[in-house]
């Protein structure tokens, strides 16, 4: 039982590039997200997406791009990477039910955009 | 919408020091709360979470939550800090017919032996 897995751990961009991040859960979840984390701003949502098939934009959305093609996967596309997307970027998931909703957390992806 | 407030942005704690961090939800109705734990260069892992019950809870490490709904807060305590407990601490809320986890800034506490 894996958790949540991301992908990859390190990652280092020029600006105008693009990359997909890429998430699995196998939990059988039906919530997942993708946060980033910058010194001094806590989490902040980037895109989050309650069930296969849907997705609602975070806070901090602009720049990103997202997709969730079945309930194990949820993907982060940057299709032109900028320096102020350097971060530390962390999928999650989480289930439904009284007893099901803790978020469970990816080991996350190191961003750097030079 | 729902929100978490940490007020606390930064503490610092001699060692053996008592530690409280505040926490605050904003929506109503049935509510699920936790406290989640980031250590230096690692992921966030839960500490405790209430979902119904006993409105104190107890978790990992020697970490404890009361959840007072009239205050909408869920306070974190440790009686005693060790300078292994230095870390972020992130509170965390569901519910609201939201299906979503909403995450508070985090609270950087840092123990000094």
């Known amino acids: 039982n894996a958790g949540v897995t991301q992908t990859p751990k390190f990652q280092v961009l020029k600006t105008g590039q693009s990359m997909t991040l890429q998430c699995a859960q196998d939990?059988?979840?039906?919530?997942m997200y993708w946060y980033r984390q910058d010194p001094g701003m806590g989490l902040r949502l980037i895109y989050y997406?309650?069930?296969?098939?849907?997705?609602d934009k975070g806070e901090v959305p602009n720049g990103y791009n997202v997709s969730r093609l079945n309930k194990r996967e949820f993907s982060l596309r940057l299709e032109s990477a900028a320096p102020s997307q350097t971060s530390v970027y962390f999928c999650?998931?989480?289930?439904?039910?009284?007893?099901?909703?803790?978020?469970?957390f990816g080991q996350g992806t190191r961003l750097t955009v030079v | 919408a729902q929100s978490v407030s940490q007020h606390n942005h930064h503490v610092i704690l001699s060692e053996a020091a008592s530690l409280e961090l505040g926490c605050n939800y904003s929506?109503?109705?049935?509510?699920?709360l936790f406290w989640y734990v980031q250590y230096p260069g690692q992921h966030l892992q839960l500490l405790l979470k209430?979902?119904?019950?006993?409105?104190l809870v107890k978790g990992i490490k020697g970490f404890e939550a009361e959840f007072i709904k009239s205050k909408f807060s869920f306070n974190l305590r440790k009686p005693s800090v060790q300078w292994s407990d230095t870390a972020e601490y992130f509170c965390?809320?569901?519910?609201?017919?939201?299906?979503?986890?909403?995450f508070g800034t985090g609270t950087k506490l840092q123990v000094i032996p």
């Open positions: 999650a998931s989480s289930g439904r039910g009284a007893m099901n909703t803790e978020a469970f």
């Open positions: 939990m059988n979840h039906n919530s």
């Open positions: 997406s309650a069930s296969e098939g849907t997705t």
């Open positions: 929506y109503g109705g049935t509510v699920n």
């Open positions: 209430y979902f119904s019950g006993d409105p």
């Open positions: 965390a809320a569901e519910g609201g017919g939201y299906q979503k986890v909403t």
